[in-house]
């Protein structure tokens, strides 16, 4: 017990005087510095913001400022051209502020300074939706003065979000009651009659859910773009519509008059980063046709939850593109769903789950998943015929399930998963569909959904053959020339799809999946 006593009683002792050595170094002051005499070196000399909405905060970005000679120096100035009018804010060397007196750095050390903005467009007399807005950092030496630029694009939009009464609460949803009887409540509203129908004049940014009313129709015109904050999206109550009506565009590659419903982050940084907004949710008895549509960037992409009773279709869905989902590209729960020229790629479970049944048609779609934000343990394509509540089992008829002329395939060895309640109607076909599903463990081989030989099921299929796409991490899921689905298509489904997603006639030869195959450039 001594001995250990002695032994912590000399390592208290070193660390005693460690420390008061550090702190001696710490608080020398003894150190001189020259006055800058001009000779900074900048990692950019511009400082481009991305674009940003009117009222909503960039990002933040870096510069860093070099000193590049064998002495400490001194900036006698730092600050903004626009000084405390400007509306970029900085943050130089861990201190915040538009305006910095004797900024020291060290010989052949560096510091950074970090930039962000927020514009309100009503401060500039502008006809113009996009304007730039400029101002510059002035570094001011002995003699001269170096500066470096700022530049952001501002664009003004349309601004819809939850009111708040008089004691700042929040306008909220009520989506019913949970187990315990209590409200479930999201912060959104209701759109207003003069609120339905979204053009392409300018930009919408949506705060929180905005739900459509019973026995009304929010109608998205050809070229709108929608962008929603965290914690948003849309809500289709009952009875209430969602058409979404987009364009074939001349140029693929402009998406002009494609309808774009994304994140309200319009930096690069933020194109492809999943969840980053909530979902469109089709609630029962809700009806929606969504045509020459990208959803992405959602945390799902569409919940279809339509329930109707009816024999008619729900929810039509063509010419349409879903991407980078955290959770699910198109989750559809005992609903009724036909889909045409449909791609979904990349979602942190299925890229589709059909749940409890429902009626589905899909025809030259292209169901992927190559998620690689984390790992994933569902297959691109998921169909059952039940759901877990929290006391009890909801069981459904699948009435249907249609896969023709399509691709599904991923970066997991089995991108299809089927699951039947025994003693249900449980009807899906795969037809000339090119599928991936390498049961490298024989894990599935007892098991009769997956009996490929089986044509009430099965027929003319292709399996782990490369859908040769051209860029699974851009989406761009355009198929090559060594495609497995290169002619794969059966003629006539072909005639009931015409055209593909880019407008090119498959009825001479069809290819499976929503685009014909193209030769890729080198």
């Known amino acids: ?42 990692s950019k000399d511009t400082v481009y913001l991305d674009t940003v909405f009117t009222n909503l905060g960039s990002s933040t970005y870096r ?13 006698p100035r730092v600050a903004l051209g626009r000084a405390n009018s400007s509306l970029y804010r900085l943050n130089v060397d861990g201190v915040a502020g538009k305006e910095f007196e004797n900024v020291e750095i060290l010989a052949k050390d560096s510091i950074f300074v970090f930039i962000e903005t927020t ?26 003065t170096q500066q470096v630029q700022l530049v952001t694009l501002i664009q003004d939009a349309v601004f819809l979000y939850p009111s708040k009464n008089a004691q700042g609460v929040v306008e909220t949803l009520n989506l ?116 020459h549509a990208t959803i992405k960037n959602a945390t799902i992409g569409i919940i279809a939850d339509t329930e109707n009773d009816s024999d008619t279709i729900d929810v039509t869905v063509d010419n349409t593109q879903i991407y980078n989902s955290s959770n699910i590209g198109l989750y559809c729960v005992n609903s009724s769903l036909t889909a045409k020229n449909l791609v979904v790629n990349n979602a942190g479970l299925s ?28 297959p691109a394509l998921t169909i059952d015929n039940y759901l877990e509540d929290v006391d009890q089992v909801l069981i459904a008829n699948l ?30 076909m795969f037809s000339n569909t090119l599928i991936r599903f390498q049961d490298t463990f024989d894990l599935f081989q007892d098991n009769a959904l997956y009996d490929f030989n089986d044509t009430s099921h099965y027929v003319d299929n292709l399996f782990n053959i490369s859908p040769d796409f051209k860029n699974t991490a851009e989406n761009d899921l355009i198929i090559g020339e060594e495609s497995g689905a ?9 005639q009931l799809v015409p055209f593909d997603l880019l407008g090119v006639d498959r009825t001479g ?14």
């Open 1 to 42: 017990m001594i001995y250990y006593l002695a032994i912590f009683k000399r390592i208290f002792h070193v660390l005693a005087v460690l420390a008061i050595v550090l702190l001696a170094s710490s608080c020398r002051d003894d150190f001189e510095t020259s006055a800058s005499t001009g000779n900074l070196e900048f």
């Open 63 to 75: 510069l860093k400022v070099y000193n590049r000679s064998d002495k400490d120096i001194s900036i």
């Open 119 to 144: 514009v309100d467009h009503n401060d500039f007399a502008s006809s113009e939706n996009n304007f730039l807005y400029t101002d510059a950092i002035q570094f001011e030496s002995l003699g001269m």
């Open 176 to 291: 019913g009651v949970d187990d315990t009887g209590q409200e479930i409540r999201i912060e959104g509203f209701i759109l207003e009659d003069d609120e339905l129908i979204f053009t392409d004049e300018k930009p919408y940014v949506i705060y929180g859910y905005m739900a459509v009313a019973e026995n009304k129709t929010l109608q998205i015109q050809a070229g709108a773009r929608l962008h929603f904050h965290e914690n948003s999206g849309i809500i289709v109550g009952s009875q209430g519509r969602l058409e979404i009506n987009g364009a074939p565009s001349m140029d693929q590659s402009l998406q002009e008059n494609e309808v774009i419903l994304e994140g309200d982050r319009l930096e690069p940084l933020y194109n492809d980063i999943p969840g980053q907004w909530g979902t469109i949710w089709l609630t029962p008895k809700s009806t929606s046709s969504i045509s």
């Open 351 to 378: 890229s589709v789950w059909l749940r409890l049944g429902g009626n589905y048609d899909f025809k030259h779609c292209t169901i992927a998943n190559y998620y690689n934000q984390g790992v994933r343990n569902f």
């Open 399 to 428: 009435e249907k399930a249609s896969f023709a002329n399509c691709i599904i395939y991923g970066n997991e060895n089995t991108e299809i998963g089927i699951d039947q309640v025994e003693g249900t109607l449980f009807n899906f």
């Open 486 to 494: 290169n002619s794969l298509g059966n003629a006539e489904i072909a």
């Open 509 to 522: 030869a069809p290819d499976s999946g929503a685009y014909q195959s193209i030769l890729f450039e080198d």
